[in-house]
């Protein structure tokens, strides 16, 4: 997280003045006790990122810099999560434009019952995705230079001598014995869930 802290600081100049004028700020909020349920559906519609960005809107409606300054994100890795959970409908937004600047800003809000929603018709889908990103595991010699840059593929890795496309660090092979676990416990709920309903 610490390094995605100091390219934060790239957020444009004009965006610094909106967020000064959002008045009313409130303390932030007790939130609420995680819910189980609505955690899975989030993280399989918009991943780990994605989940952990709806987190901060759960209860209350938000700017897109507000979360991102919560969360120590670049503010337009921020908007694309948010789009993304957008276009599943499971936030939506209120734009209202500030007065003084002519800025429109955003204010964004979970919708727990229409992730629920998704979740009730998306499951086979979503249960057919995951069996195949588990191929994909299953079947994928994975490399990483464990800074926290995606991994890759052994004929990705051989094609940059071994070297992070995105640090430059040496890759070495990656144990992901663990998405594996995680990806067969996932499968077996979603799998239990459709025999139930
Ligand atoms: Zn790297």
């Known amino acids: ?5 100091s390219k934060s600081k790239k957020i444009s100049k004009g965006k610094k003045a909106v967020e000064k004028r959002v008045k009313n700020k409130k303390e932030p909020r007790q939130k609420p006790s995680e819910d189980p349920v609505l955690r899975e559906i989030l993280t399989r519609i918009a991943g780990e990122r994605g989940y952990e960005v709806a987190k901060v809107l759960v209860g209350e409606e938000t700017t897109d810099d507000e979360v991102a300054k919560r969360m120590g994100m670049r503010v337009n890795l921020v908007r694309k999560i948010l789009y993304e959970l957008y276009e599943n ?4 937004y209120r734009r209202v434009r500030d007065e003084h600047s002519g800025w429109y800003v955003y204010y964004w809000r979970i919708e727990p019952e229409r992730a629920r929603e998704y979740f009730d018709n998306n499951k086979r889908l979503i249960l057919q995705k995951l069996e195949e990103r588990l191929k994909t595991e299953r079947n994928t010699m994975f490399f990483s230079c464990g800074n926290g840059d995606p991994k890759v593929s052994f004929e990705f890795a051989a094609e940059n001598d071994f070297k992070c496309p995105r640090c430059g660090s040496k890759l070495d092979p990656y144990d992901n014995s663990s998405v594996i676990t995680a990806l067969e416990r996932q499968i077996e709920s979603l799998r239990q869930h459709l025999v139930e309903s």
Not at 1 to 5: A, E, I, N, S
């Open 1 to 5: 997280m610490g390094k995605k802290v």
């Open 89 to 92: 409908r499971v936030v939506s």
